[in-house]
């Protein structure tokens, strides 16, 4: 079974910075893709970044590009999420998701229970 637990999250000034991690069983970790998303009060569910089984490709959403990064350790079934200059618009439920195929182009399903990031002075 699918297991994806989230963690790192917490309350960060704005313009700080913190590190998110994933850590995945129940499948063969590098044979797919994976990806985090977050969701906003009274937003829909986006996705901000995906990494391919590899770590070659990457993907991120247009409002979280040179900011954040994403990357994976596959010898410790582990996703991690760097996030720099963080805004107050960077406060979400952040989950992290598992891809269907070895590529960055989704679907993507299987999400953790979510790690809370508030972005506030």
């Known amino acids: 079974q699918v297991q994806l637990v989230e963690s790192g999250g917490g309350l960060v000034q704005p313009g700080g910075s913190l590190r998110l991690s994933c850590t995945a069983s129940?499948?063969?970790?590098?044979?797919?893709?994976m990806s985090w998303y977050r969701q906003a009060p009274g937003k829909e569910r986006e996705l901000v970044a995906a990494i391919s089984s590899t770590g070659a490709g990457l993907k991120y959403a247009d409002s979280v590009k040179g900011r954040f990064t994403i990357s994976r350790d596959n010898a410790k079934h582990t996703v991690l999420l760097q996030m720099n200059s963080l805004n107050p618009e960077d406060t979400a439920v952040y989950y992290c998701?598992?891809?269907?195929?070895?590529?960055?182009?989704?679907?993507?399903?299987?999400w953790g229970q979510g790690t809370q990031v508030t972005v506030s002075s």
């Open positions: 129940g499948f063969i970790f590098s044979r797919y893709a």
């Open positions: 998701a598992k891809g269907s195929s070895s590529t960055t182009n989704g679907p993507f399903g299987s």
